[in-house]
């Protein structure tokens, strides 16, 4: 599984709430990612991640906020600035040096 | 930035049939080029990859071939099997400026028994 474990699995949120996705890596990987993907489609980079205290914007910021405290750990909340999150959310990590980028297993967000 | 093209979107092959999917890309500072298969609910899985120093590689049945003038790169599966169907992505990394991948829009793959 790449050591990358993504929680929860399934999340629901309400209209004008705030969520929060946890990522966490047990694989001592400096980058860390998170993308979007909507049904039928790619893969697009919210924020990421390439040291501890330091992240920058991805294509779709907008509506997301990050946080890198720890290596280990690379949260996503998904505002309610955020008017259409419905998604799946893919967290990745990968060496500094970059060899494979591995994927935890996703969240699905849907909003009620 | 950098851009990934891919085609196609949709690919229906036979059993035992080839199938090939391209790849694009604008940076000509990107310099790896991985290719990931995902499955209905899944995870992006890493299938094969290749560097900029490389024009070729194989595992088995898989194979990329990747092309610098033309920025351009390609995943060929040979002797397709059902459990091939999937979606696949390619991706483009460069080292200079955004050191991120940035993914084509996949190529849903059905190989018929």
């Known amino acids: 599984d790449g050591g990358i474990t993504q929680s929860p699995k399934y999340l629901f949120r309400k209209e004008g709430q705030n969520v929060t996705l946890s990522c966490e890596q047990n694989?001592?990987?400096?980058?860390m990612y998170w993308y979007r993907q909507d049904p039928g489609q790619g893969l697009r980079l919210i924020y990421y991640?390439?040291?501890?205290?330091?992240?920058q914007k991805g294509d779709i910021a907008e509506g997301y906020s990050v946080s890198r405290e720890k290596k280990e750990s690379f949260p996503l909340t998904v505002t309610s600035a955020q008017k259409n999150p419905t998604a799946f959310y893919l967290c990745?990590?990968?060496?500094?040096?970059?060899?494979?980028?591995?994927f935890g297993p996703g969240t699905r967000l849907t909003v009620l | 930035g950098e851009n990934v093209e891919q085609h196609p979107s949709t690919l229906s092959v036979q059993e035992g049939d080839s199938a090939v999917i391209k790849c694009t890309y604008s940076?000509?500072?990107?310099?790896?080029f991985p290719w990931y298969k995902q499955e209905l609910g899944k995870r992006p899985q890493l299938i094969i990859d290749?560097?900029?120093?490389?024009g070729e590689k194989k595992d088995q049945r898989i194979a990329v071939t990747l092309n610098k003038t033309a920025k351009h790169f390609s995943l060929h599966i040979t002797e397709t099997q059902p459990e091939d169907s999937a979606v696949y992505f390619c991706?483009?990394?460069?080292?200079?400026?955004?050191?991120?991948?940035?993914f084509g829009s996949g190529t849903r793959l059905q190989v018929q028994p």
């Open positions: 694989l001592n990987h400096d980058a």
């Open positions: 290749i560097r900029s120093n490389v």
């Open positions: 991706a483009a990394f460069s080292n200079t400026g955004r050191r991120a991948l940035t």
């Open positions: 940076d000509s500072a990107s310099n790896y």
């Open positions: 990745a990590s990968t060496t500094s040096s970059y060899n494979e980028q591995f």
């Open positions: 991640s390439q040291i501890v205290n330091d992240f």
